[in-house]
């Protein structure tokens, strides 16, 4: 059974960090690329970030280049967003989703399974 569980949202300043991290099972993270996606309230969902598992590596939303790194542990089964610089307009959930694709992208419609997102709130 694939399953995603989003963790390490939480409330933070303007100019903080958070990294979140997705715990993944039910499939081989070395063989499917793996996406971050945001939606706030009253918006559509964002695409952030996704890493391929081939030479394509990552993608960076253009709204959050520079401030925010994904990345992937394989021994612990989980991808990370380092989330740096972080603003008012970073507020939202935050979600991680498979793509049972070797090459990442920002389509939120081309993911396969998804987690149930964790809250970041950056407010002073």
């Known amino acids: 059974q694939v399953r995603l569980v989003e963790s390490g949202g939480g409330l933070v300043q303007p100019g903080g960090s958070l990294r979140l991290s997705c715990a993944t099972s039910g499939f081989n993270l070395d063989s499917y690329s793996v996406g971050w996606f945001r939606q706030a309230p009253g918006k559509e969902p964002e695409g952030v970030s996704c890493?391929?598992?081939?030479?394509?590596?990552?993608e960076y939303a253009d709204s959050v280049k520079g401030r925010f790194t994904v990345s992937r542990d394989t021994d612990k089964i989980t991808v990370y967003l380092q989330m740096n610089s972080l603003k008012p307009e970073d507020t939202a959930t935050y979600y991680c989703?498979?793509?049972?694709?070797?090459?990442?992208?920002?389509?939120?419609?081309?993911?396969?399974?998804w987690g149930r997102g964790t809250q970041v709130t950056v407010s002073s």
């Open positions: 890493l391929s598992t081939n030479e394509r590596g990552s």
């Open positions: 989703a498979v793509r049972f694709r070797t090459t990442c992208n920002l389509e939120a419609k081309d993911y396969n399974y």
